[in-house]
């Protein structure tokens, strides 16, 4: 159950993801008094995408503008969780957050197995790619935090997620990397923020189906659902598996999905190479291997960096057209 006190963006017709965000953050500032917000240009100007706007004049002294150094940031993170507070630091780009690389998995990931002492800390990561973002602005990194124990890797799907979870990461004792995809910011909306949730670590059915299992997170739900949604035309029912944590990840909600189906496409839209889509078909194969009509397939970006371009980025990651062409291919096997 989440707290909704005050909540500005409920009387709204229509509340975004980065609203969503946004509120969440308010609502954690005013509920606990541990929480503070760090990062670049977050005050005043309210970040690079507006995720804290206004919360520097709502909550004085707690949204601090940082320093431009992710190493800087994350340190001072680590450094205020051990004395009790609950830090939310924010990248403007996930790619950046390479910087501050060795504070988050060489001391966030092992504080408490080497001291006993809690780190909780979240880390916003603004990820994922937009039109024209280039191969600095719009990587999609979580695979690689998410290789490291200690760290909780989180990925919202929804608006409803990103508020909720969003306020779980920061209740957490355990350093936290928030995902949250810049191409939802504006494009994905809700009617209202919700009062209460799934856990994290528990994935969600998003569409329900009986041919075919995709799954999948983050901005890739919506390509799938999509995809999903031209292939009933046809007369397929694809199901979706929306993950929304892949540290931890809920294998038994992938299997029984499995189980029904018969058949699986992972969809990722970060590189294939050592992937959340690799690992998902390492553990079918290895556990539920017997559950599969048909040899498990994924469907990634390409391997290259992520180019400029329009034309260029809308060939290099999943669509849902895409999607549908590859789920096809795995159908008729």
Excluded at 83 to 108: H, K, L, W, Y
């Amino acid at each position: 159950m989440f707290s909704q006190s005050n909540n500005r963006t409920q009387t709204a017709s229509s509340i975004t993801y980065l609203e969503a965000i946004r509120e969440a953050q308010a609502t954690a500032l005013r509920d606990d008094p541990r929480v503070f917000i760090y990062g670049q240009d977050i005050g005043a100007f309210g970040g690079a995408f507006k995720a804290t706007k206004n919360l520097a004049k709502e909550f004085p002294g707690r949204v601090l503008d940082s320093p431009i150094s992710e190493d800087a940031m994350v340190g001072m993170a680590v450094g205020a969780a051990i004395e009790g507070m609950r830090p939310i630091i924010e990248m403007q780009f996930a790619d950046f957050s390479t910087v501050g690389f060795n504070q988050i998995v060489n001391q966030a990931a092992t504080l408490f197995w080497r001291t006993n002492v809690s780190c909780p800390i979240t880390v916003r990561l603004p990820f994922g790619g937009t039109s024209g973002g280039g191969p600095f602005h719009s990587q999609c990194i979580e695979a690689i935090y998410a290789h490291y124990p200690g760290v909780i890797v989180l990925t919202p799907a929804t608006v409803e997620d990103a508020y909720s979870m969003l306020l779980e990461a920061v209740a957490l004792d355990d350093p936290v990397i928030f995902c949250e995809h810049k191409f939802l910011y504006y494009h994905l909306k809700a009617d209202k923020l919700p009062s209460e949730a799934l856990p994290i670590g528990k994935a969600r059915i998003a569409r329900e189906g009986r041919d075919l299992t995709i799954v999948t997170y983050s901005a890739m739900v919506h390509e799938s659902l999509a995809a999903a949604t031209e292939l009933s035309d046809d007369g397929w029912e694809v199901e979706i598996v929306d993950l929304r944590s892949i540290k931890p990840l809920d294998t038994d909600t992938v299997m029984a999905s499995v189980a029904r189906t018969g058949k699986l496409l992972c969809v990722g839209e970060a590189w294939p190479w050592g992937g959340v889509t690799a690992e998902i078909i390492a553990r079918v194969t290895s556990e539920g291997y017997g559950l599969l009509d048909a040899a498990p397939q994924r469907l990634n970006a390409k391997d290259t960096p992520v180019p400029y371009h329009p034309n260029l980025w809308a060939a290099h990651r999943p669509t849902a057209r895409s999607i549908a062409a590859a789920a096809r291919n795995l159908l008729r096997q």
